[in-house]
């Protein structure tokens, strides 16, 4: 489903919030963004420029399950599966993204917006960048662009990632394209890092039909269901990148990074400019929920995994619950170990029981304080790779980022504190005991509840 399809289908469903007042992209739209964080916005009024801009689509897990026709609980199960078959895409000899085609480019037309005055300048947020890696072929990935001419971006590319791996195996400039306005199943993808050689347009693929158009001025190919396309090359050149204010809600450093030179713009008539507001729920979301299926199959093959969460208040991005299906006294401390390989950038996790519900707080801090014991259950690793993102690790200029990982076990504890195996009658004993249910309605009918 494209971007527009979806809108139309948010606004039938009651989620989305039309704003018809003029509003500015410098500094005024973020704030109103910020405002309605967790909801999809259409802003139809953007001051000085033609463009309609949206924002929040991904801002929750509803919105997903909405675009993607499943149930919310089906998500991850839905990524894992596309994760693991990924299938080609159709190419198509003309697309809504190529409608107009300007080659004299000037991104002072685009609505891109300024977040906060500090910033290093207007940035581009929900824009992925297509690159051709000389040994694993296309690659897809969010970048963001600051702009700093007319035709240039100065584009944060971190380093390991696929675009930094393609950049690093070529002298020259490498040609790339940015789609702008793309749907959820392709913003969903470009977040993922499959294995090498793996292409993110066949993931998107396969949660949704995303057919692709050759590109005009360069050798690449695009979604051809994109609002814009801009064509063009990643230079050697490099300037200073930021301020910006980064998934932590905290100010990233400036650092030299690449320049993007435009050649060429293609759109749709009357392009609909996607806006993602950095640090809140959808960056939030879209960086933290493609790495689910990834820990869910790591964890799956030391154990019975049944549902994994990456948590909101760990930024999306460093903290975990694990669910499974305990069948043996150690696959606690197993999951904990796999789920660190599923996602790298992992810091805390916890791993639960079936009976725990994942998706809510107390329920996993019941389980901490019912069922774990510190000295038993809790793994600690020492000077471990680790996320750039986490202003408490340790960060040396041109050395892997370092930190402390914290798992622990909150599942049921199979052994007795004097080393005897507990029976399954005693196992039962951790659980919750439930009162029955009753037809509340019919005691608290006409009035006999009022005194
Ligand atoms: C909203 C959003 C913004 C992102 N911004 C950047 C960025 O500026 N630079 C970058 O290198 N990665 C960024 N990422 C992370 C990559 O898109 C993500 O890690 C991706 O999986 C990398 O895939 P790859 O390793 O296959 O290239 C961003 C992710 C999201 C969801």
């Not at 991104?107 to 005055?117: E, K």
């Not at 584009?155 to 959820?184: F, H, M, P, Q, Y």
């Not at 158009?213 to 230079?235: F, Y």
């Not at 914290?406 to 005991?433: C, H, N, Q």
């Amino acid at each position: 489903m494209s971007l527009r399809s979806f809108i139309a289908k948010a606004q039938d469903a009651g989620y989305l919030v039309t704003i018809a007042r003029e509003v500015d992209p410098y500094l005024e739209m973020a704030r109103v963004i910020n405002a309605l964080d967790g909801q999809p916005v259409l802003f139809t009024k953007v001051k000085g420029l033609s463009y309609k801009v949206v924002s929040g689509i991904c801002s929750a897990r509803e919105y997903f399950a909405l675009d993607l026709d499943i149930d919310q609980s089906q998500l991850l199960f839905a990524l894992a599966q596309a994760l693991e078959n990924p299938v080609a895409p159709q190419m198509v000899a003309s697309a809504p993204c190529q409608e107009l085609v300007e080659e004299e480019v000037d991104l002072n037309s685009l609505p891109i917006l300024t977040h906060l005055p500090d910033d290093g300048g207007p940035y581009v947020t929900a824009g992925v960048a297509i690159v051709k890696d000389p040994d694993y072929g296309r690659n897809m990935c969010f970048h963001r662009l600051m702009r700093i001419g007319p035709r240039q971006f100065a584009a944060r590319v971190v380093e390991g990632r696929g675009t930094d791996t393609a950049l690093k195996k070529t002298s020259g400039e490498s040609e790339v394209t940015i789609c702008l306005g793309n749907s959820i199943p392709v913003l969903l993808a470009a977040a993922m890092s499959p294995p090498k050689g793996v292409d993110e347009l066949s993931i998107a693929n396969a949660l949704r039909p995303t057919p692709l158009v050759k590109c005009r001025t360069v050798d690449l190919e695009v979604p051809a269901e994109s609002e814009l396309v801009l064509e063009g090359r990643i230079t050697r050149r490099t300037v200073a990148e930021g301020p910006f204010i980064d998934l932590t809600e905290t100010w990233d450093i400036v650092r030299q990074q690449p320049v993007i030179e435009i050649d060429c713009l293609t759109h749709r008539h009357h392009p609909l400019y996607h806006a993602l507001l950095p640090g809140r729920l959808e960056h939030k979301l879209l960086m933290g929920m493609p790495r689910e299926p990834t820990i869910y199959a790591a964890v799956n093959q030391v154990c019975r995994c049944k549902n994994v969460l990456i948590t909101p208040g760990g930024m999306s991005w460093l903290h975990a619950v694990v669910q499974i299906v305990k069948q043996a006294p150690d696959d606690g401390r197993k999951a904990i170990a796999a789920a660190f390989r599923g996602h790298t950038s992992l810091k805390h996790v916890v791993v639960v029981d079936e009976d725990v519900d994942l998706f809510n707080p107390a329920e996993v801090e019941w389980a901490i304080a019912t069922r774990s014991q510190a000295d038993r259950d809790l793994i600690l690793l020492e000077d471990q790779p680790s996320s750039s993102l986490d202003p408490s690790a340790i960060s040396i200029p041109g050395q892997k980022t370092r930190t402390s990982k914290m798992g622990l076990d909150a599942t049921i504890p199979w052994y007795k504190s004097t080393g005897e195996l507990r029976t399954r009658e005693e196992r039962e004993g951790f659980k919750k005991v439930e009162y029955g249910e009753v037809d509340i309605a019919v005691y608290c009918a006409s009035g006999e509840n009022r005194q």
